[in-house]
């Protein structure tokens, strides 16, 4: 039994391991390049971990991780909402993730975070900034945009 749970956190571990290595090596990071700076804003209960910021094709894409700020218990979902602002701070793009239901975090115990990710068409000049916020609330404009 005793070894069945460390078996988990061996495979949590390896699973957090090989996803953030994965990432790193064989993509370019703006953020690491200078070229974009990304700024996070946590929530009451959440905050990001880290981001990152990388070309994918004719894509840019924005991830990161969530975790929760604590050791709360219950579930709670909630979004991240990634901006992209030009080199004049004028708004280049705008996007969220679809809702997120980040772990309870219990100590010894797997993983407890939960990566998100945000895609925009195109790419971004160099000297632009990121704003990524964990927003629990809605948007009335859910469907318009
Ligand atoms: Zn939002």
Same mark, same amino acid.
């Given at each position: 039994?005793?070894?069945?749970?460390?078996?988990?956190?061996? /495979?949590?571990?390896?699973?957090?391991? =090989?996803?953030?290595?994965?990432?790193?090596?064989?993509?370019?990071?703006?953020?690491?390049?200078?070229?974009?700076?990304?700024?996070?804003? &946590?929530?009451?209960? =959440?905050? /990001?971990? *880290?981001?990152?910021?990388?070309?994918?094709? $004719?894509?840019?894409?924005?991830?990161?991780?969530?975790?929760?700020? %604590?050791?709360?218990?219950?579930?709670?979902?909630? !979004?991240?909402? =990634?901006?992209?602002?030009? @080199?004049?701070?004028?708004?280049?793009?705008? $996007?969220?993730?679809?809702?997120?239901?980040? &772990?309870?975090?219990?100590? %010894?115990?797997?993983?407890? *975070?939960?990566?998100?990710?945000?895609?925009? &068409? %195109?790419?971004? @000049?160099? %000297?632009?900034?990121?704003?990524?916020?964990? !927003?629990?609330?809605? !948007? $009335?404009?859910?469907?318009?945009?």
């Amino acid at each position: 039994m005793k070894q069945k749970v460390l078996g988990l956190v061996g /495979i949590g571990l390896g699973v957090l391991l =090989v996803t953030i290595s994965g990432c790193a090596a064989n993509r370019v990071s703006l953020a690491d390049e200078g070229i974009v700076s990304v700024e996070t804003v &946590p929530g009451k209960k =959440v905050k /990001i971990l *880290w981001t990152d910021v990388y070309e994918d094709d $004719n894509d840019v894409v924005v991830y990161g991780v969530l975790r929760r700020i %604590g050791y709360s218990s219950g579930s709670f979902s909630i !979004h991240v909402d =990634v901006t992209v602002f030009s @080199p004049d701070e004028e708004v280049l793009y705008e $996007n969220r993730t679809s809702v997120i239901g980040v &772990p309870r975090r219990v100590v %010894g115990k797997g993983v407890d *975070w939960k990566r998100f990710e945000v895609r925009f &068409p %195109g790419q971004i @000049p160099e %000297g632009s900034s990121i704003r990524a916020v964990c !927003h629990a609330g809605r !948007h $009335n404009d859910e469907k318009s945009s």
